[in-house]
């Protein structure tokens, strides 16, 4: 069925009088005689069945239906224009990419590294768009999500990118003191920080650890690991975190890990996206450059927080190298 809409030509050249009300000025802003502007806007107003402009002491001014569409004609062609300018620049792998990222992993790792992103990207715009709620993942303005979970999302495809080895963490002064913490058992007199998004967190750490008599569902429950790393920095208890989320911490001896037990999760950080958008350019170039940060990253914690000095040379290839990975297709 036929849109019921006016021609383009026709709502250019209202804009464009209705923006300047002067058909001289409208003619000159497109390049076109104020004879055609004149004869597009009547072509319109008979379209539409309604007056546009009046004359009034010889000024032109706009009718109030005129106003109401000017109103919501105008940002229209604004968005009109964007999409095709958008569209457009992928031809030379460019574009827009819309993301919604956890804030933690934002605030505590993806941010500073952006700019290396920038840098080798500059004609891809990264759009930062609040996380939909879970139930709705793919919004229609989505392209891609960072997301902290299994990697099983319905109707998407996930990469899996970092955060299946978790540490428990507390600050130095946890360690001495009336409560010190020196073995997994000792943890019984200390407050779990619990995150709400991963409730069973604790439960399977302490299981693969072989600890019993602690009820690992209780706790101080708090929103993301970013405001758990700040809380454990502050002694309100022992978190449970991505390793690659407290390497700072660790490194400045803010928090330090109390028992050397090395348990890997279910759960991780994973770039996830619809089937349809898989081919879409300005996706493939941020998944190429995400998936070789996360293994710098992965090669670098081994390094200084493992003392794997073997390490070095796997670095410098990484720094050289795209990555070769492949995804993840999910139900």
């Keep these: ?54 004359r009034i002491r010889k000024r032109l001014v706009l009718t109030d239906g005129g106003h109401a569409y000017y109103a919501r004609v105008q940002p229209s062609l604004d968005q009109l224009q964007a999409a095709t300018l958008e569209v457009v620049s992928y031809r030379n792998g460019g574009g827009t990419l819309s993301l919604s990222v956890l804030p933690g992993f934002n605030a505590k790792w993806l941010l500073s ?30 392209d891609a999500a960072i997301r902290y979970g299994d990697g ?55 299981d693969a650890c072989g600890v019993k008599g602690i009820n690992g569902l209780k706790g101080l429950r708090l929103d993301n690991f970013s405001v758990q790393i700040q809380a454990t920095v502050a ?14 911490e660790l490194e400045r001896g803010t928090l330090v890990v109390p028992f050397d037990t090395e348990v890997t999760s279910s759960y991780g950080y994973y770039l996830v996206y619809p089937e349809e958008k898989r081919n879409l350019p300005p996706l493939h170039a941020f998944r190429a450059w995400l998936l070789r940060e996360v293994a710098l990253t992965e090669a670098q914690l081994r390094r200084t927080l493992h003392n794997d000095d073997s390490k070095s040379q796997e670095l410098d290839e990484l720094a050289a190298e795209e990555p070769n990975s492949q995804s993840e297709r999910t139900a």
């Design 152 to 206: 099983i999302w319905p109707q998407s495809i996930s990469d899996y990118l970092i955060g299946k080895r978790v540490v428990p963490v507390c600050s130095p002064k946890l360690l001495e003191g009336s409560r010190p913490i020196r073995q997994p058992k000792d943890l019984v007199r200390h407050t779990l920080l619990q995150n709400v998004h991963s409730p069973r967190a604790w439960t399977e750490w302490l």
């Design 113 to 142: 590294r952006l700019p290396r992103f920038g840098r080798k990207n500059a004609n891809i715009a990264l759009n930062f768009i609040p996380s939909p709620p879970s139930e709705d993942l793919w919004h229609p303005t989505l």
């Design 1 to 54: 069925m036929r849109r019921l809409c006016p021609s383009l030509s026709e709502l250019l050249a209202f804009e464009a009088a209705a923006r300047h009300l002067s058909f001289t000025r409208a003619a000159e802003c497109l390049g076109v005689t104020q004879g055609a502007i004149s004869r597009q806007v009547r072509q319109l107003e008979e379209f539409l069945g309604l007056e546009l402009f009046q």
């Design 235 to 248: 002694g309100l208890g022992v978190a449970l975190v991505p390793e690659f989320l407290v390497a700072d």
